[in-house]
C-alpha cells in the first residue's frame, strides 16, 4: 500500500472519492434531471473494470472513503460484484452508497454481504402523492420497502437525504424527522443546488434555506448543535427528544463546506471533477484507453488533477444555470 497522498493546491488533503456507476436513474427527481433525458450510450460510459481499476489507483493514493452514486447505482448490471471488489481493496476505511431506495428490497442483503459500509438513501416526502410528484415515476412504498430492507440487513448509521423545496415539501420536514426517529436513521436536510436546466419549478422560488429547516423542526424539537463529521458536507445537530440520531444541513448556498473540501468525484463518463459547482476536470477514461494497463501513468494524471482543484463554488440564488451537468450525471 503506497504511503502517498493526494494534496490539492490549498494543501487540502484529498482522500474521499465520489464515483458515479451510471448516469440512469428509475425515478426522475424535478430537482436532479429534466422528465425526458437523453442518456449516456454504452461506449461512452466506464467499463466495471475500468471503474475498479480507477478505485483501485485512488486507494493507492490514499482515499480511504469512497462513495458509489449515479443516477441510480443499483440499476447497473454487476454493480454488487463490484462493491465486493471495491470493498477488499487494502487501505479503503469504507464504501458507502447513495441510493433512492428502489432496488433495496432485493439487494440490501447482497450489497451488506459485498462490504457496502453504509448508505445514504433519498426520501424527499411520505405523502405518497408528493412523492411521486417529485420523483415523476417513484412509488412510495417500495422505497419504504426498501429502507425497512436495509435496517434488516445490518446496515447501521443510514441516512436519509431530504432535499427542500418551498411550496413543495417543507411541510414535510417534521414527518421526515419523525419517520427518522422512528426507525433510529440519520437525516440529512439539503439546499437545492443548481445543476442542470430545469423547467418544472423556479430554483430561486424554490429555495428553502438550511436556517429555516432548523426553525420548524424547532416548532416541534430541541436542537442542541454537533460537532461529529462524517467526512461529507453535512453540518450536524442533535435532538434532545431523539439522541440516537442526527440531523444533517448541507448548506451550498447559505453556509458552504468548500474551506475543508476533501473530495473529488469521478463521473461514469471518466471526467474527475474537482468541485461539484465548477466544471474544472480531467479525461481519465482517456488515459485509461490509451494507455491500458499503465497504472503508473494514470496515478500521474490523478495527481497532477489535483491542482485544477478550485477553493470554492460559487452558487448563485438565481435561475442561472452556474453547471450544465444534471446531477445525475454528477454523482449525488
Not at 482515499?63 to 447497473?76: H, N, Q, V
Not at 442533535?238 to 448541507?250: D, M, N, T, V, Y
Request: hydrophobic content about 40%; proline content about 4%; aromatic content about 6%.
Amino acid at each position: 500500500m503506497s504511503d502517498q497522498v493526494l494534496l490539492d493546491g490549498f494543501a487540502r488533503r484529498v482522500d474521499y472519492l465520489r464515483m458515479s456507476v451510471t448516469d440512469r436513474c428509475d425515478f426522475r427527481c424535478v430537482y436532479c434531471m429534466a422528465e425526458d433525458m437523453q442518456f449516456l450510450p454504452r461506449q461512452r460510459i466506464l467499463t466495471l473494470e475500468e471503474l475498479y481499476q480507477l478505485a483501485e489507483r485512488f486507494v493507492a493514493l490514499g482515499t480511504r472513503k469512497i462513495r458509489l452514486t449515479g443516477g441510480e447505482p443499483l440499476i447497473r448490471p454487476g454493480v454488487v460484484q463490484l462493491c465486493r471488489d471495491i470493498a477488499r481493496l487494502p487501505g479503503l476505511r469504507e464504501l458507502c452508497m447513495t441510493t433512492n431506495g428502489s432496488q433495496l428490497g432485493k439487494l440490501a442483503a447482497p450489497l451488506f454481504d459485498a462490504g457496502v459500509k453504509r448508505l445514504n438513501i433519498s426520501l424527499d416526502s411520505l405523502d405518497p402523492t408528493l412523492f411521486r410528484q417529485l420523483t415523476r415515476t417513484g412509488e412510495l412504498g417500495q422505497v419504504v420497502a426498501g429502507i425497512d430492507a436495509a435496517i434488516a440487513a445490518g446496515f447501521e448509521r443510514t441516512k436519509l437525504n431530504c432535499v427542500v423545496m418551498k411550496g413543495r415539501n417543507d411541510q414535510q420536514i417534521n414527518e421526515l424527522v419523525a419517520f427518522a426517529i422512528d426507525r433510529g436513521l440519520d437525516i440529512s436536510f439539503i439546499e437545492e443546488m443548481p445543476l442542470g436546466t430545469i423547467s418544472e419549478h423556479s430554483r430561486s422560488d424554490a429555495f428553502f434555506s438550511s436556517a429555516r429547516v432548523r426553525e420548524r423542526i424547532a416548532e416541534r424539537y430541541t436542537l442542541i448543535e454537533s460537532a461529529e463529521s462524517t467526512q461529507g458536507p453535512s453540518r450536524y445537530w442533535r435532538l434532545a427528544e431523539a439522541p440516537h440520531i442526527r440531523l444533517g444541513f448541507i448548506s451550498p448556498h447559505s453556509h458552504n463546506f468548500c474551506g475543508t473540501c476533501n473530495r473529488v468525484r469521478l463521473t461514469v463518463e471518466g471526467r474527475l471533477l474537482l468541485c461539484l459547482g465548477n466544471e474544472h476536470s480531467v479525461d481519465l477514461k482517456a488515459v485509461l484507453r490509451a494507455y491500458p494497463g499503465d497504472t503508473g501513468r494514470l496515478q500521474r494524471a490523478i495527481v497532477e488533477a489535483m491542482k485544477l482543484k478550485p477553493y470554492s463554488h460559487h452558487f448563485e440564488l438565481n435561475d442561472e444555470v452556474q453547471v450544465v451537468r444534471f446531477m445525475n450525471m454528477t454523482g449525488g
